[in-house]
């Protein structure tokens, strides 16, 4: 939808069956829900759905004044084979000073694993990520939010590596279903 022109629809294909949305350039199709469709086609590991994602990036629609705007630069650098180093270390200091923010931070040190090629690192960031998952969630009503139940960045990032690096997850979570990661 963000690659084609305003004021045209774009075809989308959802579960065998065609559908028809009108093209955006706005906050349908800005930086948030860009990193959720990055998100879901990492998850479920269709090339075909990660590449018009990269394609558009995440100020294709909108600029991103979040606390996310680094790591989503970063992601996407990787994504699109840029030296995602210079990107990550400026995720990396960005989500140092927003961790008292009241926000749940990006899995920075995660994809920076992910990024040095570190394994082990991985998952042991892995599990900081997913604690830090819960321990935001169990604040006040936080608990209800829609995003409580599973961390879709965590667990995008855990299904890439073991898809494009072959790295075992030996973290077991709630918050990593087995059969998704599978």
Request: glycine fraction near 8%; charge should be negative.
């Amino acid at each position: 939808m963000a690659l084609a022109e305003p004021g045209t629809e774009a075809e989308v294909t959802i579960d065998g069956r065609t559908v028809r949305y009108p093209a955006t350039r706005g906050e349908a199709s800005g930086p948030g829900h860009w990193q959720l469709a990055l998100e879901l086609a990492l998850i479920t590991g269709a090339r075909e759905d990660l590449a018009p994602v990269v394609l558009a990036g995440p100020t294709h629609s909108a600029a991103d004044r979040s606390g996310y705007a680094s790591y989503r630069v970063a992601l996407h650098d990787y994504f699109r084979g840029v030296d995602p180093l210079p990107a990550t270390e400026r995720a990396l200091r960005d989500a140092a000073k927003a961790e008292d923010g009241g926000f749940l931070v990006p899995p920075v040190v995660l994809f920076s694993q992910l990024v040095e090629g570190d394994e082990t690192s991985f998952n042991l960031a892995l599990l900081d990520a997913l604690e830090a998952h819960r321990d935001h969630h169990s604040v006040a009503d936080r608990a209800t939010d829609t995003g409580a139940p599973l961390s879709l960045d965590v667990l995008a990032l855990a299904c890439h590596a073991r898809r494009s690096r072959g790295w075992a997850v030996h973290v077991e979570s709630p918050y990593l279903p087995a059969r998704l990661l599978a």
